[in-house]
């Protein structure tokens, strides 16, 4: 069973940038997709990025494509979320959790870490 703790989230200006970090711990780790999602308060969670356990395959949401990089290094048991050009839609409590199929958007994992919180304000 992969558990996961998120961190790297803050307070930033819109146009700015952060690197969020998902540590996980368990041997499957490095066989799982793995994803990003956020939520706001009011909304249900939302897909942001996903990656093949192999690292070779990425996939994201519309609205973050083109700003957004997932990316993972299975010897740490670690993936990463750099965020460019934020906006204050952006903001949000971010998670990561296993992905069941690549190009999947939904969450493997039933349960989810304790998230990290982005906001994006001026």
């Known amino acids: 069973q992969v558990q996961v703790s998120e961190s790297g989230g803050g307070l930033v200006q819109p146009g700015e940038s952060l690197n969020l970090s998902c540590a996980a711990s368990?041997?499957?780790?490095?066989?799982?997709?793995l994803g990003w999602f956020r939520q706001v308060p009011g909304k249900a969670r939302e897909f942001v990025a996903g990656?093949?356990?192999?690292?070779?395959?990425?996939w994201y949401a519309e609205v973050v494509k083109e700003r957004f990089t997932i990316s993972r290094d299975n010897d740490k048991n670690a993936a990463f979320l750099q965020m460019n050009s934020l906006k204050p839609e952006d903001t949000g409590l971010y998670y990561c959790?296993?992905?069941?199929?690549?190009?999947?958007?939904?969450?493997?994992?039933?349960?989810w870490g304790q998230g990290t919180q982005v906001t994006v304000s001026s």
């Open positions: 990656i093949s356990w192999k690292g070779e395959k990425t």
């Open positions: 959790n296993t992905i069941p199929w690549v190009g999947a958007r939904s969450n493997g994992l039933p349960s």
């Open positions: 368990g041997r499957t780790f490095s066989t799982n997709h």
